[in-house]
């Protein structure tokens, strides 16, 4: 089974931080471009951060450039996403996903995709 799992998700206050992490099972992460996604109630899905296979490529959405930061171990099939200075507006279900394209994209199709994991900044 090809599959993405996140973790890492949960409630923080405003200014606080967090790290996703998004594990892959049944095939190499190192052959796939990475991106994180969110989902908001109410709102449509939109893109968060990307990284290319090697890592050597990664590209940040505007609304969280300087405070998130996306990161890869290959040997440990795992792409992190580090989260700081949350704010309410970030309050969403993350979700990674995995495309063939290999580079750091947020437009390109995705093959895999992860069930997400909730997180809510709240005072």
């Known amino acids: 089974q090809l599959q993405l799992v996140e973790s890492g998700g949960g409630l923080v206050q405003p200014g606080g931080s967090l790290r996703l992490s998004c594990q892959a099972s049944g095939f190499a992460l190192e052959d796939y471009g990475i991106g994180w996604f969110r989902q908001a109630p109410g709102k449509e899905r939109e893109g968060v951060s990307c990284i290319s296979t090697s890592g050597g490529s990664r590209k940040y959405a505007d609304f969280v450039k300087g405070r998130f930061t996306i990161a890869r171990d290959n040997a440990k099939n795992t792409v992190y996403l580090q989260m700081n200075s949350l704010k309410f507006e970030d309050t969403a279900v993350y979700y990674c996903?995995?495309?063939?394209?290999?580079?750091?994209?947020?437009?390109?199709?995705?093959?895999?995709w992860g069930l997400g994991t909730q997180v809510t900044v709240s005072s």
């Open positions: 996903a995995a495309t063939r394209f290999k580079l750091c994209d947020l437009l390109v199709p995705y093959d895999y």
